[in-house]
């Protein structure tokens, strides 16, 4: 337990953001604990120890977040949100908060660059685990209004309200953070961001590790690039951040009132 927890004398972190956790660590210490954080605080939350028991619980329990230990016996961690990436049933967006050993840098971009949409290194506070999932949770579940309209540029078409994002009209299958981050590159069409910007207003933090928003973008690429390795879209401003070029875009509801505006005119 010490290697993997910190002490922590606080007392539970409660809020308004609540959901089903599945919790997967081989270890039943840190299982507890973290189950036991996470439930005080609100959160319905289901265990496994390993890889194919998460997978099964998964799919069974339909979680909202799975909080991800990334050595399992059986099946590591990587593999499980590989595999929860590439399902058909629905599991493709839950969000994942993987569980990294602290200094590993390798592992933790591999766990961002198979779509964890964050982590949180051991040994860790159970009170930063629960913030963590609430910020993961809370930027899921951000009411947008109704009638906010759709973004649209270069193929891709972006319903904020409905989470729902297609390129030529094929449904793309994001993770939480990779739509936010279209979605906000839309909203700011040819304005340079740098990561320190994307992190607080996508990630919702003032600090953290940027290589995080790095591997995000690439990802973002290489499902709405036509060719990632030179990508027209998202593109990379040196020393300064990135940019979205697509030119100015309309939203399909000012798409349809042009239309409209043309056919009254008499000029359709």
């Known amino acids: 337990m010490a290697s993997s927890i910190e002490t922590d004398r606080g007392s539970p972190v409660s809020g308004d953001v609540t959901g089903r956790v599945l919790v997967v660590d081989d270890d039943p210490t840190v299982s507890e604990v973290v189950a036991g954080y996470l439930e005080r605080a609100g959160f ?14 998964a799919a069974r329990h339909r979680p909202d977040l ?11 961690g990587l593999e499980v949100c590989r595999r929860l990436r590439a399902s058909a049933n629905g599991l493709r967006s839950v969000a994942v908060v993987m569980l990294t050993a602290r200094g590993n840098e390798d592992d933790r971009i591999l766990g961002l660059e198979v779509g964890a949409d964050d982590y949180v290194t051991k040994p860790f506070s159970p009170r930063e685990l629960v913030l963590r999932v609430r910020s993961v949770l809370r930027r899921a579940s951000s009411a947008v209004p109704a009638d906010e309209p759709l973004l649209a540029a270069a193929g891709l078409t972006v319903d904020p309200a409905a989470r729902r994002a297609t390129r030529d009209g094929a449904e793309l299958a994001l993770t939480l953070r990779e739509f936010d981050l ?18 607080r207003e996508v990630w919702g933090w003032n600090f953290g590790d940027l290589s995080t928003v790095t591997v995000h973008v690439r990802r973002l ?3 709405i690039e036509k060719d990632p390795a030179d990508p027209q879209l998202i593109r990379t401003v040196w020393g300064a951040g990135y940019r979205f070029e697509a030119g100015p875009y309309p939203s399909a509801h000012a798409e349809s009132a042009a239309a409209a505006r043309v056919a009254e005119d008499g000029h359709a």
Do not use: I, N, W
């Open 44 to 57: 319905t939350v289901h265990r496994a120890a390993d890889g194919p028991a998460a997978l099964e619980a």
């Open 66 to 76: 799975v909080v991800l230990d990334l050595m399992l016996p059986g099946m590591d």
């Open 182 to 199: 279209l979605a906000y590159f839309l909203r700011h069409s040819g304005q340079v961001c740098d990561r320190e910007r994307l992190m």
């Open 221 to 223: 690429r290489s499902k």
